[in-house]
């Protein structure tokens, strides 16, 4: 019998109170409601985790906060696109300023040397022939300056700005990867087509694929961030 005692009482000698039965002492049970509070603890987190929704970042998406401008005449279209430049980078000018810097001229050449003069040299003309990746790098790489791009493009009256002439200037104020992988732009655009059907003056915002600002003529003449 006195051996059987030795062996009874140093049965859980070394061991974690936790192994004995419950009820033998108020401590087991006390340390179970512990553990499983853990445990409980722990399964929340793991559902909170698996519930949260995984955000995607879009390496290339990117904006610039540029002031929509409703040209003012059918004609006007490169200055008011050129003064969305010049408030969006924080010169307050707007398309009279231009026009009198350049005498009414739309060639983006003046157009550009008239900003230029507005706003202390921070935009450059450029040229832009090798096709839409070109076109693609150029535009974020001025947005990436914070400078909205100026686009000189030649479209089908119907398709997307329902412009009068063949020729037209809007501005690329962001981009961002589409949900089938090609690159989407957003635009303002100084002219919208109720101006032409109403005589409203009033511009619009488009969101389409980049694809569709590619020239007829297989280039694009641009105003980027110097």
Not at 81 to 106: F, H, K, P, W, Y
Not at 192 to 207: A, C, D, M, N, R
Request: aromatic share 8%; proline share 5%.
């Amino acid at each position: 019998e006195e051996d059987q005692d030795k062996t009874s009482s140093t049965e859980f000698k070394g061991i974690d109170y936790w192994f004995r039965p419950i009820g033998n002492s108020s401590e087991p049970a006390k340390n179970d409601k512990q553990s499983k509070s853990k445990k409980s603890k722990k399964t929340q987190e793991k559902a909170k985790t698996e519930e949260t929704p995984q955000t995607v970042v879009d390496p290339k998406a990117v904006s610039v906060k540029t002031p929509l401008n409703a040209q003012q005449t059918h004609y006007n279209c490169a200055f008011a696109s050129g003064s969305m430049l010049l408030n969006a980078v924080g010169i307050a000018a707007t398309e009279d300023d231009i026009i009198r810097q350049t005498g009414g001229d739309t060639n983006l050449y003046e157009v550009n040397k008239a900003m230029n003069a507005l706003s202390g040299g921070k935009f450059n003309e450029i040229y832009c022939e090798k096709g839409e990746a070109a076109l693609q790098e150029a535009i974020e790489i001025s947005l990436r300056k914070g400078v909205p791009v100026q686009v000189n493009v030649s479209l089908p009256t119907s398709v997307p700005f329902g412009y009068p002439s063949a020729g037209h200037y809007v501005v690329v104020t962001g981009q961002y990867t589409g949900a089938d992988g090609r690159i989407m732009v957003t635009i303002n655009d100084p002219y919208s087509p109720e101006y032409f059907q109403h005589g409203i003056v009033k511009g619009q915002t488009l969101e389409m694929p980049l694809s569709s600002l590619s020239n007829v003529r297989g280039h694009e003449w641009l105003i980027v961030g110097a």
